[in-house]
């Protein structure tokens, strides 16, 4: 009913920069919180950076200052701008959304993940 779409992974050198995006689409009443989650391998899924409606931000100790959380209300959609990146930073990246359907049942959804591999 409601799906959240992402784009952007890839492969980057230490140093280098990514984009990622994630568009919330169908049958959408109210965006809430919005949120990137990674997973390392072996390592257990840890929250990166958090954004409210109202625009309030929150990062991992670990990525504040080399990455920025964004969203467009208009597009459904929210950003992560990942500068300054290192090999630590190379995890499958998961985009979540505190959402409301039409019918007004809040749900917490998840995107399908994006691999960030950061290799010299």
């Known amino acids: 009913q409601v799906q959240l779409v992402e784009s952007g992974g890839g492969l980057v050198h230490p140093g280098g920069s990514l984009r990622l995006s994630c568009a919330a689409s169908g049958n959408i009443f109210r965006i809430y919180d919005m949120a990137w989650y990674r997973q390392a391998p072996g390592k257990q899924r840890e929250l990166v950076a958090r954004i409210t409606k109202d625009g309030s931000t929150n990062y991992a100790d670990s990525v504040k200052g080399r990455f920025t959380i964004s969203r467009d209300n208009a597009k459904n959609t929210i950003y992560l701008q990942m500068n300054s990146l290192e090999p630590e930073d190379t995890a499958v990246y998961y985009c979540?959304?505190?959402?409301?359907?039409?019918?007004?049942?809040?749900?917490?959804?998840w995107g399908q993940g994006t691999q960030i591999t950061v290799s010299s």
């Open positions: 979540y959304g505190d959402i409301s359907d039409l019918g007004s049942h809040e749900y917490d959804y």
